[in-house]
T-cell receptor
Framework: NAGVTQTPKFQVLKTGQSMTLQCAQD?????MYWYRQDPGMGLRLIYY???????DKGEVPNGYNVSRLNKREFSLRLESAAPSQTSVYFC????????????????FGDGTRLSIL | DAKTTQPTSMDCAEGRAANLPCNHS???????VYWYRQIHSQGPQYIIH???NNETNEMASLIITEDRKSSTLILPHATLRDTAVYYC??????????FGQGTELSVKP
């Protein structure tokens, strides 16, 4: 019953360092997502992958890159971390939408808390 | 893209029904309404979704007005573990969830 697993749970970086956040799901979902959540705000979509082999930008993609390694894994990379990227990062997965105005529910991990000094 | 509006915070007594409102007056005819909640320090959790008929599952009930401009999430017997931020969301034209700031529900003994 792992669902969506994110690693690490906590990380502190210095400005300019690079880092990759890992995400894996065991529900055989086609679609995966990366969000960030800043204090007092809702979630904002960074990147998503509708299916294995595809990735697309979300609302706030600047400063990030992603890799859909296989169907299970979707990683988020910060090439040169900045203090503005201090946030909680959530990965999510879902079955692929079937269209007709409905999209399947997303299942979230418990987040990576990232601080950049 | 449809925009949702929710009260910032609400209180509810333990054991009573919690009714969380959401306005989505710009929702289009084929857009579903989704509810998630986020308990402190955890990832969001899907609760329920609906189009125009009322929906019920083991967690909650969703009442959508006939004109679809608003909906209410009902937790029939709130417990302390239901204390969380509740998000009423829709999908934008790109098929992506749009999260607002949600309603912070405090269930009090």
């Amino acid at each position: 019953n792992a669902g969506v697993t994110q690693t690490p749970k906590f990380q502190v970086l210095k400005t300019g360092q690079s880092m990759t956040l890992q995400c894996a799901q065991d529900m055989n979902h086609n679609s995966m997502y990366w969000y960030r959540q800043d204090p007092g705000m809702g979630l904002r979509l960074i990147y998503y992958s509708a299916s294995e082999g595809t990735t697309d930008k979300g609302e706030v993609p600047n400063g990030y890159n992603v890799s859909r390694l296989n169907k299970r894994e979707f990683s988020l990379r910060l090439e040169s971390a900045a203090p503005s990227q201090t946030s909680v990062y959530f990965c999510a997965s879902s079955e692929m939408g079937s269209g007709a105005g409905v999209s399947p529910p997303q299942h979230f991990g418990d987040g990576t808390r990232l601080s950049i000094l | 893209d449809a925009k949702t509006t929710q009260p910032t915070s609400m209180d509810c007594a333990e054991g009573r029904a919690a009714n969380l409102p959401c306005n989505h007056s710009t929702i289009s005819g084929n857009e579903y309404v989704y509810w998630y909640r986020q308990i402190h320090s955890q990832g969001p959790q899907y609760i329920i979704h609906g189009l125009k008929n009322n929906e019920t599952n083991e967690m909650a009930s969703l009442i959508i007005t006939e004109d679809r401009k608003s909906s209410t999430l009902i937790l029939p017997h709130a417990t302390l573990r239901d204390t969380a931020v509740y998000y009423c969301t829709t999908y934008n034209q790109g098929g992506k969830l749009i999260f607002g700031q949600g309603t912070e529900l405090s269930v009090k003994p």
